[in-house]
């Protein structure tokens, strides 16, 4: 008679395996002190410090401006930069290569991160909103139109953060993916308005991921429009690019 404890050795549903390797990096992710500064306090701070001080002209409220391209760039925080150095060093410290041996697949480690992006962003959201409310913030718009936005907007930085990973060594990640953090900071959208630059820089800087996505949630979040079908179609480019790009060059050692 077969006993109820006789083992049975095998790998788990593979949902539950998507499920586990999320919560794990969802956790590795906010128990990382610089990952936490990047990711929450540098974008809180930037929300405060530039809607209560007149630094940057705006038309309008300043927070009304603010609030959506400080929620832009905490997609960018999470899912490019802060994705694109962890799983770098990740790669060069051979983590990949070990969790690559064992049943789960690695398409399915790739869920698993994308899933802790999402989960870290939906917290990241409803921080930045209750701060911005507490500043005098009024958004207006469709909730779903936002909702498609902030998807693309993390699809294109998540692709093109994995694909820096995958194709550069671990120090140049770091590098490179800070100096891009920085240079959309101010030519992304989020604290300068686009119409502060000249029309030929304008045109080319309106086709970078952030200033679609910052534009986007300002026309639906500030002027309450329907889905910008512009900014969502720049995203849902870059996302698809960016995708397939770090499929097919992904190194994972």
């Known amino acids: 008679m077969t006993g109820r404890h006789t083992p049975r050795?095998?790998?788990a549903p593979l949902p539950r395996m998507i499920a586990a390797q999320a919560a794990l990096e969802t956790r590795m992710l906010l128990r990382h002190g610089e990952q936490l500064l990047l990711t929450v306090v540098i974008p809180t701070l930037l929300l405060v410090l530039f809607s209560t001080v007149d630094l940057v002209d705006v038309e309008g409220e300043r927070i009304d401006f603010l609030a959506p391209g400080v929620l832009a760039l905490a997609v960018l925080s999470t899912a490019f930069t802060g994705q694109a150095i962890a799983t770098g060093f990740e790669r060069r410290y051979g983590v990949l290569k070990r969790l690559a041996a064992s049943p789960l697949p690695r398409w399915a480690l790739l869920c698993g991160k994308t899933g802790a992006v999402l989960v870290t962003i939906a917290l990241q959201t409803v921080l930045l909103t209750v701060v911005?409310?507490?500043?005098g913030w009024s958004p207006h718009g469709n909730p779903l139109a936002v909702a498609v936005l902030l998807l693309l907007g993390t699809a294109a930085c998540s692709g093109l953060g994995l694909l820096m990973a995958g194709t550069?060594?671990?120090?140049?990640?770091?590098?490179?993916?800070?100096?891009v953090f920085v240079l959309l900071l101010f030519f992304g959208g989020v604290i300068v308005p686009l119409d502060d630059f000249p029309a030929g820089v304008r045109a080319v800087l309106e086709l970078l991921p952030l200033a679609a996505l910052s534009d986007g949630l300002r026309d639906v979040l500030r002027d309450g429009a329907a889905m910008p079908w512009a900014d969502a179609g720049v995203l849902?480019?870059?996302?698809?690019?960016?995708?397939a790009a770090a499929a097919r060059f992904f190194r994972w050692e």
């Open 168 to 179: 550069l060594r671990a120090e140049a990640t770091l590098a490179a993916a800070n100096l």
């Open 132 to 135: 911005a409310l507490a500043l």
């Open 9 to 11: 050795p095998g790998a």
């Open 236 to 243: 849902a480019a870059w996302a698809a690019v960016a995708l």
